[in-house]
């Protein structure tokens, strides 16, 4: 049987239409098949960009930063002195109160009625003075009477009368009657005078009797005169004698009424006796009447630090306080950085009392603004040579530097020969 013409133009389309569909279809799946490499291009991240900062101009300061405890400097315990005591070492007045000072050339406590006077010092009161002691210790005690203005004579290791007429001021200005000599001394001193008075008047006898042999006309007075020598001999020996026991009789510094302190004046931190009790050992301990701070850090920064330096004390209520390193110590296998206010207000005083607090303090800075870099904008070239990375016009160009202090992760940079470099240049710092 013979199709007819319309079905097999039927066919044709149904055929053609089916053609058209499955080349659409493979177009569509073609566009969507790609190999291994265009894959990969397509998924890759895209090219890194370097990461810049400017360049600054800043002041640069390397400093020590930490935290220190508030305390009066420099504890020590007192000590009186009282083996030369007759009768026991009753404390009868003077005590202090914690927080009062101890003042040079005053009364710090009363033994017995006299005074236990503070002198600044490093020599302890080991034994009594007097008129012909000698030592280091009359000569610790006759500068220190020369610096308070109480005239000793020569300041030497020999105790004078002018060193005796010193001490009496001493007392004076402190308020108490001299020390007086024993009486044994005071005794040799009235029998000498008794001594020079009998020898007068044997003198005035002899010259009498000469005197006499004279008017009589004797010829020969020698026995006379012999007597007259004779007494004057006497009279010259009394009066030496006397001065002798004057100068030993002069006023004497008792070991129990001085104590020395290496540094006066100081703060009262606790008293051990009271009045009416015995003194035994130690009577108080006092520190230096002005607060310091002291920061612990490694032998490392310690080598970084040293006295006079300038700090700065942070107290709570966010104002800074201008200070100085007093001193840097070795404290076992740490140190201790001692730091001294120059000045501190009744408040600030009162906000620093025990408190622990941020201490700053510089140890090297420029000397004003300089071209800055942070420390991870540098390089290292071939030859060990440092160097910055400065983006350009969208170029990379290497500047040859020479590097200065280092501080808050930044660096001072200075560009080497003709190469330049300026603020606001961008450094290439990572990618």
């Known amino acids: 049987m013979t199709a007819s013409p319309k079905s097999r133009r039927r066919v044709l389309v149904s055929v053609a239409g089916v053609a058209v ?11 969507r098949i790609s190999s291994p490499e265009d894959a990969a291009a397509k998924t890759a991240p895209p090219a890194a960009s370097q990461i810049t900062v400017p360049v ?15 305390s009066f400097d420099g504890a020590v315990n007192i000590r009186v002195e009282t083996a030369g005591l007759t009768t026991p070492a009753i404390v009868t007045g003077k005590v202090p109160t914690v927080g009062s000072t101890i003042t040079e050339g005053k009364a710090l406590l009363e033994i017995t009625g006299r005074p236990v006077i503070g002198l600044a010092g490093v020599l302890p009161m080991y034994r009594t003075l007097s008129p012909g002691s000698k030592g280091p210790d009359v000569l610790q005690l006759e500068q220190t009477l020369d610096r308070l ?6 300041v030497d290791d020999e105790y004078t009368l002018s060193t005796s007429a010193a001490v009496e001021k001493l007392y004076e200005n402190a308020g108490y009657d001299a020390p007086a000599p024993e009486d044994r001394l005071t005794q040799a001193v009235d029998q000498a005078k ?3 008075d009998a020898a007068k008047k044997q003198l005035r006898q002899a010259q009498s009797q000469l005197k006499a042999a004279k008017d009589a006309k004797a010829k020969d007075t020698s026995v006379q005169q012999g007597a007259v020598d004779d007494a004057q001999q006497n009279l010259s020996d009394a009066e030496q004698a006397r001065t002798d026991a004057e100068f030993k009789a002069g006023t004497p510094l008792p070991v129990s009424e001085v104590v020395y302190v290496k540094t006066l004046p100081r703060r009262v931190d606790d008293v051990k006796v009271e009045r009416g009790g015995t003194v035994n050992g130690v009577v108080m301990s006092a ?32 104002t ?6 007093r001193r840097v110590t070795k404290n076992g296998t740490q140190y201790d950085v001692v730091v001294a206010p120059n000045a501190l207000t009744g408040s600030q005083l009162a906000l620093l009392r025990d408190a622990n607090v941020r201490v700053t303090i510089p140890v090297k800075s420029t000397s004003g603004k300089v071209l800055a870099v942070p420390v991870a904008a540098l390089s290292s070239g071939s030859d060990g040579a440092s160097r910055v990375e400065v983006l350009r016009n969208g170029q990379v160009e290497l500047i040859p530097v020479t590097v200065g202090l280092s501080a808050d992760g930044f660096a001072q940079v200075t560009p080497k020969g003709d190469a330049k470099l300026s603020e606001g240049d961008q450094v290439v710092v990572g990618k």
Do not use: N
């Open 149 to 154: 203005g109480y005239d000793p004579g020569t």
């Open 21 to 31: 569909v499955s080349l659409g279809i493979g177009v569509a799946a073609g566009s």
């Open 320 to 325: 800074s306080v201008a200070s100085k390193v």
């Open 194 to 196: 008794k001594q020079v």
């Open 287 to 318: 520190s230096g009447a002005s607060l310091v701070v002291t920061l612990k850090v490694d032998a490392e920064t310690a080598q970084r630090l040293k006295a006079e330096m300038t700090a700065a004390l942070e107290l709570s209520d966010g």
């Open 56 to 70: 600054a101009k800043k002041l640069l300061s390397s400093k020590v930063v930490g935290r220190g405890d508030a």
